[in-house]
Structure formats: structure tokens, C-alpha cells
């Protein structure tokens, strides 16, 4: 019969009245994001805590919405690090294109979205609000331990699975 | 002098307690709608976000409300209105308990179906006036959907009328104090319900809105206030089918004593305004040719069949 169908889904549609729901209330219940989602942008630090950015300009580059600006300085000890590094979250995409592209494992997207602001110009980070105290997710990685450039207390060849330098005016093999 | 004086201060208390039965059904609709679709609906604003429907008339209240361009605009204005007026008027005739009704007239079903049909032209002048196609199909689809369903509307409820003798509200449900008619009238229930759904302008038919295919029928061009009046007409009208069909078939305001009789009223067309909800959320939107067909050809032959065969059993004497 024809009606007979008309019943059963309303019965079907009746029953879910009594079923769990789906929705989560999301203010109060966190939902638990995976470790590798893409939200707030940080800077890391090497274990002994200096900052790994060395201003390369790399993931300004592969910024394909032109949020990131890198202005570079050099220490006294003859490293690299950002005088100026802002991020526009109001224009970041979160494509993570920016963590792939770094060499030194620096910037990196984590799983905090929760970047709402009333003003928009509390949406442009400046290295003090990127910069966090740890390592990230790239444990135990330190740049200038493996780098070839010479830095105050660490001369060319000395840096970790390094040959010595070779000398160009010597002619033994 | 006094007694109009009394009958208008209880009009304004029933338009303004109308005006709160439509927000809280609106509210009701979303969270019902919501739990059938396993999610959980607006819960946000006060005790279960009961305060949903003044969080929704205070945002449309203030929202911007004109014409379009090359719009009739007095039409576009006026049109809103005409949708709600009408059925606030035929809340006027219903009768909530013994002796409960603001109006008691002698042709009370007869005004409430009048009433229920004048919205259609509220429908095609705010759909014309909008100059807007979508709103003109939408338009047109009530007209058809008009002509479709009034046919066997009033049909329907006649067999009810020849066995209570009366066309006043209260006559009707006292001549149910011992067997409700939907239990000698099944088929004028389920015809009038039918109907109903049609009248009210409810999924599954309701095509002059049918935002699947046509925006938002003959409202695209409204917003704030006249959205508002033309959601209060189709809320309020899905009601006075519900009261209605309280009256005619469920026994109106009679029940066990223990509560007094508008409560039984009130609980009775709850429920009926509960199984509109579950309609929606349950039925898909037939074709408008189909809804036509439907009651051209199976639902007005049934409706004549009942009256026939209530003609013959009341003439005969079998009650």
C-alpha cells in the first residue's frame, strides 16, 4: 500500500526524537583537534632556547597570501635572527606552506584556532607574539649545531657530521 | 459602549498572547525540528533557549525592511499585513472553553475557513509587488494551490456540521461530549488535516514558499517586519488549523476534569501543532500539479462520498 511508507518514515523520522545527538556545545566542550591541524602560527626555539628563525625569508616567500614579513639582523656572535617578523592572521590562510618551506623547523602551525579578536589590528602578530618558549614539534633539533656557517664559539667544520674545510690553494688530494 | 470597550481590551489580550504563542511555536518548531535531525537546535538564549523567539523578533525588528527596486511599494507594504490580520481575526471566533470565545457567532467554521482563504491574496499581491519572478512563481503556486485545496476543505468539515446541526464552534464541541467525531468522521479528519497542511501553507505543500526551487516563494523580497507578519500569518495559521480541528474533531475544549477545559484545549492543538512539525521534518514537497491532481481528483470525490454517506445516516436517522 502507498501510505504505508508515508507511516514508516515518519515513524523512523519520530523515532530520532529519543536518540543521541550529534552536535557538540563547542564553547564548553573542547573538541580534541588532531596534533598535525593547522592553527595558530609559532616560532620555536632550539633546546638551549635561542631562536631557530634565521630570518631566511623563505616562508615569505612561499606565502601564497603575503602575510609573513621577515626583516633580518645578524647578532654580534654572527648568527642570523629576525629583527622584525610579523604574521597578518588576518590574511594567513593556514596552508602550512610557510612550516614546510623553513629549513631551521621554526615557524610551525599548531592546533589552536581559537584566534578571535574584536579589532582587527590585534590579528598582526609580532615576533613577541609568535616567539614561545619551546621546541615544537621537531624535538631535540638544534640549526646551529649542524649549520656550516661559522658562529662565535663554533668554527667552519666544527659543527656536528661535518668534514673539515677543504683548502682551495692546496693541491693534495 | 461598555461591552465593546470589554471586547476590545479582550482582543488586544488574545492578539498580544497570539503574538507569544507564535514566537514560542516558532522557538518549539526549531528545537523538535532539531532533535528529529539528531542535532540539538537553538539552546543558547535563556532556559533551554526558550528566549530564542525574542532574541529573533528583537533582530527583525530592527532590521532594514524596503521596497526593491521598481517594487509596488504600497502594495509591498500592505501585503504583510493582510497576511496576518486575517487569521489573528479568526482566532476571534474560536472558542477556548465553555464560553470561552471573544465572538461566539453562529457561523464561526464558515468565518475561520473564510478567514484562512483571504490570506491567499495577501500571498499574490506581496509576490506582484515584489517584481521579483521567483516571488511571482511562488505567487501564482498559491493561487493554484488555493483553488487545489479549498475544494474539499470546507467539504471535509460538513459531515461534522450535519451531525452536530450547527456551524458555531461551541455547538459542535458540546455535541461531542460523548464520542469525539473523529471516531464517526475518520475520513473528514484525515481530508480536513490534508487540507490543513495545505491551507497553512506547510511542508509537504508548502510550494508558494518552496525554498528548494523557488528562494523563498512569494517572500524573496521581504525582510524585517513584513518577513516577520507573513512568518507570524503561516504560524499563526498552522494553530487555528490546529484549534480548529480541535474543535471539529477532537472535542474541542471537553476532557477528564482534573483540568480545567482551555488547558485541554490548548494541550489538544499542541499535539495537532506537534504532528505539523513532524510532517515537516518527515515529507518531502510534491509537484504543485500533483497536489492539484491529488484533490481534484481523490480528495473531492472522497470528501463528497463522506458528506453523501453522513446525508444519508443523519436523514435516516442512524444517530
Known sequence: MKGAGLIESLLRVGRKLATPKYTRQYPEEKPNLPARSRGRIILTRDPDGTERCVACNLCAVACPVDCIKVEKTETEDGRWRPETFRINLARCIFCGYCEEACPTSAIQLTPDFELAEHQRDALVYDLPDLLIAGEGKHRGYCYWSLAGKAIRGKDKGDAENEAAPTDLKDLTP | ?319
Do not use: C
Request: glycine share 10%.
Open chain 2, 1 to 319: 459602549m461598555i461591552e465593546a470597550l470589554k471586547i476590545g481590551m479582550l482582543s488586544a489580550i488574545l492578539i498580544a498572547g497570539l503574538l507569544v504563542v507564535a514566537g514560542v511555536f516558532t522557538w518549539a518548531e526549531r528545537r523538535v525540528l532539531g532533535l528529529m535531525q539528531e542535532r540539538l537546535g537553538p539552546n543558547r538564549v535563556g532556559p533551554f533557549g526558550f528566549l530564542q523567539w525574542v532574541a529573533d523578533t528583537v533582530k527583525l525588528l530592527t532590521k532594514e525592511d524596503r521596497p526593491p527596486p521598481g517594487a509596488d511599494a504600497p502594495l509591498f507594504r500592505l501585503a504583510p499585513a493582510l497576511a496576518a490580520a486575517p487569521i489573528i481575526a479568526g482566532f476571534g471566533v474560536v472558542a477556548f472553553g465553555e464560553g470561552l470565545a471573544i465572538a461566539p457567532i453562529d457561523m464561526g467554521v464558515v468565518f475561520i475557513l473564510a478567514m484562512m482563504a483571504l490570506t491567499v491574496y495577501a500571498l499574490v499581491l506581496g509576490a506582484w509587488s515584489s517584481n521579483n519572478r521567483y516571488a511571482l512563481l511562488g505567487g501564482m503556486r498559491a493561487a493554484a494551490q488555493m483553488l487545489a485545496y479549498e475544494s474539499f476543505f470546507g467539504l471535509s468539515l460538513m459531515g461534522v456540521v450535519m451531525l452536530a446541526g450547527s456551524f458555531a464552534l461551541s455547538d459542535i464541541v458540546s455535541a461531542q461530549s460523548n464520542l469525539w467525531f473523529i471516531v464517526v468522521q475518520p475520513l473528514g479528519a484525515a481530508l480536513f488535516f490534508l487540507a490543513g497542511v495545505a491551507a497553512a501553507h506547510r511542508l509537504p505543500f508548502d510550494l508558494p514558499e518552496s525554498e528548494n526551487d523557488l528562494v523563498a516563494g512569494f517572500m524573496t523580497e521581504y525582510s524585517g517586519m513584513g518577513f516577520a507578519l507573513f512568518f507570524l500569518g503561516e504560524y499563526l495559521a498552522i494553530l487555528l488549523v490546529s484549534a480548529l480541528a480541535v474543535t471539529l474533531f477532537l472535542g474541542g475544549w471537553l476532557g477528564p476534569s482534573f483540568l480545567p477545559g482551555p488547558i485541554w484545549f490548548a494541550l489538544k492543538t499542541s499535539v495537532l501543532a506537534f504532528v505539523f512539525i513532524w510532517l515537516r521534518a518527515t515529507l518531502p514537497r510534491p509537484r504543485y500539479d500533483q497536489l492539484v491532481k491529488f484533490a481534484w481528483k481523490a480528495a473531492l470525490p472522497l470528501a463528497l462520498a463522506n458528506l453523501l454517506l453522513t446525508g444519508v445516516v443523519v436523514v435516516g436517522g442512524g444517530l
